[in-house]
């Protein structure tokens, strides 16, 4: 009876599941694993450490809708999610973008945990799991992209990611209201880490109550 009594605490204080739900993902089945991965989080993603006690009133608009608006600017190759952590924006993407390889990239055991369960319960067979830090990654610079989301200002997050980008290949980050501020601070590790570009797009305007920030590059060695 206690465990059915915090089950339905957990659903009377998720988010309902927006309208724009249904248009960012696409198809009945996309939209079905958005549901699954969402009710997973809302109900193990607070005792698992995954998402703090507060964001369970806005899981869908702030963290998996968030995400899934910036699924159409990936390319369709092989991309990497450097700090995966809860899946966000990792599990997300590779639910709206089934025709894209994702790589999460996360070092903590539990979140890896997590990730691989989740990865096998969606039957998401385009997603693989490194437990590794960005740095410790030893594939060389071979992704079509890589994409991070509340992990760090830009000036620390390029010496992480940039080097797992192939050349022509381009930086995707989700970020928040100071996005042009951290491009602004970090002139000197995009000149050194051949980042050019870099720009600020505002996503969803009009379908999402809260607007996405992509902060943009594209890596061009000599």
Known sequence: MADDSVSRETSASVEAEPQAAATLFGDAAAL???????HALAEQ???RGLIGPLELPRLWTRHVLNSAIAAPLFPAGRVGDVGSGAGLPGIVLAIARPDVQWVLIEPMERRVAWLSEQVEALGLSNVEVVRARAEEWSEGPVLDAV???A??????????TA???RNGGELIFLKGQNAQAEIDAAVKQLRKFHVVGARVELLGEGVLAEPTRALRGRIARP
């Open 151 to 160: 992990v760090s200002a830009l000036r620390t997050l390029l010496p992480l």
């Open 147 to 149: 994409t991070a989301r």
């Open 163 to 165: 080097p797992l980008v």
């Open 45 to 47: 993603g607070e005792e």
């Open 32 to 38: 079905d694993r958005a549901r699954r991965f969402t």
